[in-house]
């Protein structure tokens, strides 16, 4: 791939790596950097898995980062609970803030000095300038544009300032944040799955900011610190974060450091073609796991209703997932999730779990740990689950582990 950025051409490949004839940089490295405002969701999994799969298919690492920046808005026990969930799912990370790494440390609210450095440079390089601009003022602006009808957009005030006028608002020690000064013209980049796209940054948003009040970064300039700094090779996120690109590439390019490859990956949808929404409860990965859906049950789920895979039948295995993901084969196209078919897959992969000796040992231990929180006096051993899941299973009715707590209690 290569970047073109008005009449400038830079490969879009990380210091660091070599392309291999034909494929890939030999150094596979991507990152699944999820903020902690929240639990994570059958989104976030996909995207998580997706990064496993690619870093795996090419004996890569995958490195979980979090992205702990916005302070105000951080859910206690969300930053644990996500790492553990991608353990239950069995994609677990390379490199995290649990498992540490040399790329370190792997939450965004530590690495500030990093990001206070690229702004400086920045800053001695004319490309970003400080904005002085008070709150009551950026009201105005977005006031007055949605009266005419208009996109709010910050008007680039403090591009102009001088260096006198900043020194004299510095001495009096007014607050500030500082921008990144947009260059003008369009920009084209090609993305690893949505192709050749072209955006006019300047002519439709005012300069972004990249620091703010609190010393803290925004998503734009943090994302391609640690992206840099970790020889990210690959960046695969949500086709959110498309339009963005752009404006993260022209930072790169600012910075005088090469990108890593972009793969926008698209949205998972309820059946229906609406967003999910964290509203709805039960696409939290917890409640599946409350509920004792089997984890190949989920992987196998999200995938089976996207691209990226050759063939689409139920019942894949992570092992299997890995040797048929295939970036280059992921469509445009949004992936349609319908949970009414999950008792189907359920059923699948927990006739396999029973059939195979490794597996429904594991299961059975499940088992016992749900009988006992239902029938907290009386004891299961293993042998008697066993039966019973045999026989379920020559039944055609393997049941999910939490209805099989029902099941169990009508042989007492």
Not at 6 to 22: I, K, M, Y
Not at 352 to 381: H, M, N, P, S, Y
Request: charged fraction near 20%.
């Amino acid at each position: 791939m290569r970047l073109l950025l008005g009449r400038v051409l830079l490969p879009a490949l990380h210091q660091g790596t070599r392309r291999c004839s034909g494929g890939p940089p030999k150094e596979i490295r991507v990152r699944f950097a999820p903020s902690p405002t929240g639990f994570l969701h059958l989104g976030g999994l996909r995207t998580a898995l997706y990064n496993y799969l690619f870093a795996k298919k090419h004996g890569g690492a995958f490195i979980l980062r979090l992205e702990d920046t916005d302070r105000s808005r951080l859910v206690p026990g969300a930053a644990a609970a996500i790492e553990d969930m991608l353990e239950w799912a069995g994609i677990p990370p390379d490199e995290s803030p649990r498992r540490g790494g040399p790329y370190g440390p792997y939450e965004q609210s530590q690495r500030l000095n990093l990001y206070h450095e690229a702004t400086q440079a920045l800053l001695e390089s004319g490309a970003a300038y400080r904005c002085f601009c008070t709150l009551q003022r950026l009201e105005l602006i977005k006031k007055e544009a949605l009266r005419s009808r208009q996109t709010p957009r910050y008007d680039n005030r403090c591009r102009h300032l001088t260096s006198n006028q900043v020194k004299e608002k510095m001495a009096k020690n007014m607050p500030f944040v500082v921008r990144f000064q947009l260059p003008s013209g369009a920009h084209s980049f090609q993305d690893l799955v949505y192709g050749w796209t072209h955006h006019d940054v300047a002519s439709v948003e005012g300069d972004p900011v990249i620091l703010k009040g609190d010393g803290f970064p925004t998503y734009h300039l943090a994302n391609v610190v640690d992206d840099y700094k970790m020889a990210v090779s690959h960046v695969l996120r949500g086709e959110e974060w498309l339009i963005s690109t752009t404006k993260h590439l022209l930072l790169y390019q600012a910075l005088g450091w090469h990108p890593p490859e972009y793969a926008h990956l698209p949205l998972l949808l309820n059946k229906d073609g609406s967003k999910l929404s964290k509203r709805q409860g039960d696409i939290f990965i917890q409640h599946f796991v409350q509920k004792g859906y089997l984890p190949d049950t989920l992987l196998d789920i999200i995938t089976n209703c996207g691209s990226g895979f050759s063939g689409n039948q139920t019942g894949r295995t992570l092992p299997e997932l890995i040797q048929q993901y295939n970036l280059q084969s992921i469509s445009t196209h949004s992936a349609l999730l319908d949970l009414e078919k999950l008792p189907e897959f359920s059923r699948v992969h927990l006739t396999r779990w029973i059939e195979g000796a490794d597996t429904r040992a594991q299961l059975v231990a499940q088992l016992q740990t749900l009988l006992q929180e239902k029938f907290k006096d009386l004891i299961f051993d293993r042998e008697y689950i066993e039966r019973i899941l045999v026989l379920r299973k020559v039944s055609g009715q393997s049941p999910q582990p939490i209805q099989f707590v029902f099941v169990a209690g009508k042989f007492l």
